[in-house]
């Protein structure tokens, strides 16, 4: 029997099988983390880039979470000041999936297959995840979490993206509202796309615990964006990088949580 999306939410916003384990960038000469299935082989690997002022510990629920249903993540932790630049950091993602692919990761009991890479990212890291997407022929996938403009132009970039994207908004974001961000990057994607909006969700509701910067930028963690944005992460990257087909109806048929808004299909 043939499982709804709603029973395939369910099931992607637990905890996958795989046991996690967690690395450090800074071995590699970059501050960051990395977080791992306890092994396999040809692995897909994500690229996760942190939203403005945000360190990458406030998405580790979401990292530890990719990991257990077998997506290596990385995040590098650069550019976290008020300064930081969007450019610089969507050049380390580049280079965080170098890492992934070209290093043999635990004690040999894990690799990743370099034709299995993607871009993740939250706010400005979603942003630069574009912006590192449209320079980099490997990557095969993208996903966006409240994505937000930046310089050079997010929406510019998204242009030159022929890889299928998911671009997930928060209906109460406040700070990158998607009428004017998320909305303008998913209609400017060359390549298959789909807005969903979670409509409590506010900007910060994708981060994770508490952390100064809610002083200034609207909004707090919250579990339920929390579970839903997981599980269609998970899903996206698990068909488009992991090619498992199991998970489609998630991505394909409506989700009452996270409402369909915009949509491009690939032309045959």
């Known amino acids: 029997m043939a499982r709804t999306a709603k029973h395939l939410l369910d099931e992607l916003a637990r ?23 306890a092994s396999g082989l040809g692995l897909p690997a994500v690229a996760f880039g942190h939203g403005w002022l945000q360190p990458p510990s406030r998405y580790r629920g979401l990292f530890r979470h990719l990991a257990s249903w077998g997506i290596v993540t990385a995040a590098p932790g650069t550019h976290v000041g008020p300064l930081g630049s969007a450019r610089l950091l969507a050049a380390d993602l580049r280079t965080a999936l170098d890492v992934c692919a070209g290093v043999r990761l635990g004690d040999g009991a894990i690799s990743v ?43 510019d ?18 700070v990158a509202p998607p009428r004017s961000h998320g909305e303008l990057i998913a209609q400017a994607w060359g390549g298959p796309t789909q807005l969903r909006e979670l409509p409590k969700a506010s900007h910060l509701g994708f981060a994770e615990g508490r952390h100064w910067s809610g002083l200034l930028v609207h909004g707090k963690a919250e579990h339920a964006t929390h579970r839903v944005s997981r599980a269609l992460l998970t899903a996206f990257f698990l068909v488009h990088l992991a090619g498992d087909q199991t998970y489609l109806p998630l991505l394909s048929e409506p989700v009452k949580a ?6 491009t299909v690939p032309t045959l």
């Open 157 to 174: 970039a998204a242009q030159r993206c022929s890889m299928p994207s998911l671009h997930v908004v928060g209906g109460n974001d406040l």
């Open 258 to 263: 996270a409402p369909l808004t915009y949509e």
């Open 113 to 155: 297959d370099p034709g299995k890479l993607g871009l993740a990212g939250h706010s400005t890291g979603a942003g630069a995840a574009v912006l590192a997407a449209a320079d980099d022929d490997r990557v095969k996938a993208v996903a966006t979490l409240a994505p937000a403009q930046t310089k050079p132009f997010a929406t």
């Open 15 to 37: 905890r996958g099988p795989h046991q996690v384990l967690r690395g450090d960038l800074a071995l590699v000469g970059m501050p960051g983390v990395v977080f791992t299935p």
